[in-house]
């Protein structure tokens, strides 16, 4: 029933089957297998009669908790610097406009292991901002700060373009109207724009939170890895692979059944653009 | 649509296999080795190679990945573990062709970033919370060597995070992100000037000894344990030795 999917008419704008040529399917299947043969290759591998034990050990709730808690966390702060950033890349135009935009965009396509050693060169003891940080007595390395640090230095791209995405498909004629009957920026922010762009907010939320909760390269090589600080969900599951190969899978459907979740959620609330 | 499904399933995978061409059997052997094995394991297959003319193909990982890749039928003719653990895991799974035998042999020791900025002297000044200290976890090999040395010196150490490979041990300390690690001898020798070493006593209660054996997968066994001679004879063993390993 996947299968036929991709070729499915689409009477929202009026494409029929008749316009993809059959044997797209043949690519197009392979794509699908390539993607799931995978998933059901690793929920085959699980153990179910210690799956419960598994994923209990105090080890694992603890990632699972760590995990939650900074996922959470750099959400938010997405939501707060993100929402920002993308009402000023979608409302104003400047010079350097383009180039901040691709700069904003940058690090979801970056290597993240290259984004955390960048961030220990910035937040690191002898970084760009940590030396004068430790002056302080701030202390950012080996620290949970420092997972949310990576978290939403990952995540934010995300969260950003699904809400200028919202931004765009916005009525300018609303906002117009709103003006002319003497609301000020604030007040037409508040009550006109942000509740408009609500779906496209939650469902870039949901898309950071699910980057955040995935991350990987950027904290193991920024943050170190200490059971109850640092040591998230994936960085458990690295470590249980060297020991215990059945805890591994086990965490790790519990992130894929975390990750079908998200897609779920961000699928149904995406807003018709 | 069944057969369309199974086809295109089969299809990356035909692709792949065309890749992968089955090689001349009688003179190239494919060897996986720990990773701490990378620099002298490379020159030993050089040697190897001018020696007798066999073409030597390396798989350098962590010990446990490889033995997860020889379990899922990774084809390899050697295999040289950090540590006897994951060496009888493999053995075990009925993997070797050969009993495993230990070549090489490797203690920990304490590096410091170079300029040693928190006078690090010894094992005991790691226990404190002032300075920062990395070290790998218990479930590597480094780790529990680490664990081990702790104990057998008494001394509670209170890592700052504990890396799942002692190569990011080494990577925190050269960075001067971390004032102390414990990693190994050998990892030690490779990092040269960007680290300053302390050998403590403690360490030499302490010995992660090193397998090697041939693998039941060889489609050149002969080969293989040529190989492995080689390793635990003269010439391997003087690469071993220059590279900080212990005797076997």
Same mark, same amino acid.
């Given at each position: 029933?996947?299968?036929?999917?991709?070729?499915?008419?689409?009477?929202?704008?009026?494409?029929?089957?008749?316009?993809?040529?059959?044997?797209?399917?043949?690519?197009?299947?392979?794509?699908?297998?390539?993607?799931?043969?995978?998933?059901?290759?690793?929920?085959?591998?699980?153990?179910?009669?210690?799956?419960?034990?598994?994923?209990?050990?105090?080890?694992?709730?603890?990632?699972?908790?760590?995990?939650?808690?900074?996922?959470?966390?750099?959400?938010?702060?997405?939501?707060?610097?993100?929402?920002?950033?993308?009402?000023?890349?979608?409302?104003?135009?400047?010079?350097?406009?383009?180039?901040?935009?691709?700069?904003?965009?940058?690090?979801?396509?970056?290597?993240?292991?290259?984004?955390?050693?960048?961030?220990?060169?910035?937040?690191?003891?002898?970084?760009?901002?940590?030396?004068?940080?430790?002056?302080?007595?701030?202390?950012?390395?080996?620290?949970?700060?420092?997972?949310?640090?990576?978290?939403?230095?990952?995540?934010?791209?995300?969260?950003?373009?699904?809400?200028?995405?919202?931004?765009?498909?916005?009525?300018?004629?609303?906002?117009?109207?709103?003006?002319?009957?003497?609301?000020?920026?604030?007040?037409?922010?508040?009550?006109?724009?942000?509740?408009?762009?609500?779906?496209?907010?939650?469902?870039?939320?949901?898309?950071?939170?699910?980057?955040?909760?995935?991350?990987?390269?950027?904290?193991?090589?920024?943050?170190?890895?200490?059971?109850?600080?640092?040591?998230?969900?994936?960085?458990?599951?690295?470590?249980?692979?060297?020991?215990?190969?059945?805890?591994?899978?086990?965490?790790?459907?519990?992130?894929?059944?975390?990750?079908?979740?998200?897609?779920?959620?961000?699928?149904?609330?995406?807003?018709?653009? | 649509?069944?057969?369309?499904?199974?086809?295109?399933?089969?299809?990356?995978?035909?692709?792949?296999?065309?890749?992968?061409?089955?090689?001349?059997?009688?003179?190239?052997?494919?060897?996986?080795?720990?990773?701490?094995?990378?620099?002298?394991?490379?020159?030993?297959?050089?040697?190897?190679?001018?020696?007798?003319?066999?073409?030597?193909?390396?798989?350098?990982?962590?010990?446990?990945?490889?033995?997860?890749?020889?379990?899922?039928? !990774?084809? =390899? +003719? %050697?295999?040289? /573990?950090?540590?006897?653990?994951?060496?009888?895991?493999?053995?075990?799974? $009925?993997? &070797? #062709?050969?009993?495993?035998?230990?070549?090489?042999?490797?203690?920990?020791?304490?590096?410091?970033?170079?300029?040693?900025?928190?006078?690090?002297?010894?094992?005991?000044?790691?226990?404190?919370?002032?300075?920062?200290?990395?070290?790998?976890?218990?479930?590597?090999?480094?780790?529990?060597?680490?664990?081990?040395?702790? !104990?057998? =010196? +008494? %001394?509670?150490? /209170?890592?700052?995070?504990?890396?799942?490979?002692?190569?990011?041990?080494? $990577?925190? &300390? #050269?960075?001067?992100?971390?004032?102390?690690?414990?990693?190994?001898?050998?990892?030690?020798?490779?990092?040269?000037?960007?680290?300053?070493?302390?050998?403590?006593?403690?360490?030499?209660?302490?010995?992660?000894?090193?397998?090697?054996?041939?693998?039941?997968?060889?489609?050149?066994?002969?080969?293989?344990?040529?190989?492995?001679?080689?390793?635990?004879?003269?010439?391997?063993?003087?690469?071993?030795?220059?590279?900080?390993?212990?005797?076997?």
């Amino acid at each position: 029933m996947t299968l036929a999917s991709p070729v499915m008419p689409r009477p929202k704008n009026g494409r029929h089957a008749s316009s993809s040529p059959r044997w797209l399917l043949i690519p197009a299947s392979i794509g699908i297998a390539l993607i799931v043969v995978p998933i059901l290759a690793i929920v085959l591998r699980v153990s179910w009669d210690e799956f419960p034990a598994l994923v209990t050990s105090p080890s694992s709730v603890s990632a699972l908790m760590l995990s939650l808690r900074t996922a959470g966390a750099s959400t938010v702060l997405c939501v707060v610097l993100g929402v920002p950033m993308a009402l000023v890349l979608s409302r104003l135009r400047f010079r350097g406009h383009g180039v901040l935009r691709s700069l904003v965009l940058l690090p979801m396509v970056m290597p993240p292991v290259v984004g955390g050693v960048a961030l220990l060169y910035t937040f690191g003891r002898q970084g760009l901002l940590g030396e004068s940080m430790s002056a302080l007595g701030i202390h950012i390395a080996y620290s949970t700060t420092a997972v949310v640090l990576a978290q939403t230095f990952v995540a934010m791209p995300f969260l950003v373009i699904t809400v200028e995405n919202a931004l765009h498909a916005l009525d300018p004629h609303v906002i117009e109207a709103a003006v002319m009957d003497g609301a000020g920026p604030t007040a037409v922010l508040r009550t006109i724009m942000l509740p408009l762009i609500m779906p496209g907010l939650i469902s870039g939320a949901i898309l950071a939170f699910a980057r955040a909760l995935g991350e990987f390269g950027a904290t193991i090589a920024f943050a170190g890895s200490l059971e109850g600080v640092t040591r998230t969900l994936p960085l458990e599951i690295y470590l249980q692979r060297e020991t215990d190969p059945d805890a591994a899978v086990a965490l790790s459907l519990l992130l894929i059944a975390a990750a079908v979740l998200v897609v779920g959620l961000a699928g149904a609330r995406r807003p018709a653009v | 649509m069944k057969r369309l499904l199974a086809f295109a399933s089969a299809l990356p995978l035909m692709l792949l296999s065309a890749c992968a061409s089955p090689g001349e059997p009688t003179d190239a052997i494919q060897v996986f080795a720990a990773a701490s094995l990378t620099e002298s394991f490379t020159e030993i297959g050089e040697q190897f190679e001018r020696d007798t003319g066999v073409e030597v193909s390396f798989n350098f990982a962590g010990s446990a990945d490889l033995a997860a890749q020889l379990d899922q039928g !990774a084809p =390899a +003719d %050697v295999f040289a /573990s950090a540590d006897e653990v994951t060496m009888d895991r493999v053995e075990a799974a $009925g993997l &070797v #062709r050969t009993t495993p035998a230990i070549f090489a042999s490797n203690t920990l020791t304490i590096v410091t970033p170079d300029d040693n900025p928190a006078a690090v002297e010894d094992l005991t000044d790691l226990a404190g919370d002032e300075i920062i200290t990395v070290v790998c976890a218990p479930q590597v090999p480094c780790g529990t060597a680490t664990e081990e040395v702790a !104990a057998a =010196a +008494d %001394v509670e150490l /209170s890592p700052a995070s504990e890396e799942s490979a002692v190569t990011d041990v080494l $990577g925190k &300390v #050269r960075a001067g992100e971390a004032d102390a690690g414990l990693v190994f001898v050998t990892d030690a020798s490779a990092a040269g000037e960007d680290v300053q070493r302390i050998d403590f006593p403690e360490s030499e209660g302490v010995v992660n000894r090193y397998p090697i054996t041939t693998l039941e997968s060889s489609q050149n066994p002969d080969v293989a344990a040529e190989f492995v001679a080689f390793v635990e004879g003269e010439q391997g063993q003087a690469i071993l030795r220059d590279a900080g390993f212990g005797r076997p």
